[in-house]
């Protein structure tokens, strides 16, 4: 069993709301993703990391941003939430090895009013 | 840039029936991963497959991966409920680490 954690699992907020979602991996590894999922469709990057210090853009663009100050940690960031940014957001890493499988996270399943 | 699809996006089986879906990509694959995700679960990795022409069987479920390493397959024989969710195929493209996902097959099993 993969160890990755994501908090909050459910998120209702309000417009123009400042919200954080946590991810945290326990597994060192140095590769970590965000993707963001409509119900039932497929997956987007919208971030990634390589490592600490390191943070990159997905292929999705986002409104969204990024840090990665500890391995084992990368928190995603909205300054200001829309209904627009509702979506269930899906946090996963790999080990630093090429083309690894990836290990993701319960998800957030994110409402903006 | 890099488009993974998959056919059907669909599939409602009756269980104890076969079931098959197609992964195709725009450019070549340096691997092919399948991973499966429950109705309201996160993706789960299930296999990764590199050299091409590979063929890899987990009990029911046999994936393949096309010679000119473009496409793939995953095929369930004689489904059960257990088997329903979304797969999911993904790959980096050479020279890239991240993964494009596929669209999706999402399966529905029919008791």
């Known amino acids: 069993e993969a160890d990755i954690y994501q908090t909050p699992r459910y998120l209702v907020i309000g417009t123009g709301k400042k919200i954080t979602l946590e991810c945290s991996q326990t597994?060192?590894?140095?590769?970590m993703y965000w993707y963001q999922q409509d119900p039932g469709m497929e997956l987007h990057l919208i971030h990634y990391?390589?490592?600490?210090?390191?943070?990159e853009k997905g292929d999705l663009s986002s409104e969204s941003t990024v840090s990665r100050i500890r391995t084992e940690h990368f928190p995603l960031t909205l300054e200001s939430a829309r209904p627009s940014h509702t979506s269930q957001y899906l946090c996963?890493?790999?080990?630093?090895?090429?083309?690894?499988?990836?290990?993701f996270g319960p998800g957030t399943r994110l409402t903006v009013l | 840039g890099q488009q993974v699809m998959q056919i059907p996006q669909y599939q409602h089986v009756q269980e104890g029936e076969d079931f098959t879906t197609y992964c195709n990509s725009s450019?070549?694959?340096?691997?092919i991963q399948w991973y499966k995700q429950r109705p309201g679960g996160h993706p789960v990795f299930l296999i990764q497959?590199?050299?091409?022409?590979e063929v890899k069987k987990q009990k029911r479920l046999t994936f393949q991966f096309g010679e000119a390493k473009k496409n793939s397959s995953l095929h369930i024989t004689a489904t059960q409920t257990t088997d329903v969710g979304t797969y999911f195929c993904?790959?980096?493209?050479?020279?890239?680490?991240?993964?494009?996902f596929g669209t999706g097959t999402r399966l529905t099993i029919i008791p």
């Open positions: 996963a890493s790999s080990r630093p090895t090429s083309h690894n499988e990836q290990f």
């Open positions: 597994m060192g590894h140095d590769k």
């Open positions: 990391s390589y490592g600490v210090n390191s943070t």
């Open positions: 450019t070549t694959l340096s691997n």
């Open positions: 497959l590199v050299k091409s022409g």
């Open positions: 993904a790959g980096p493209g050479f020279g890239n680490e991240k993964l494009t």
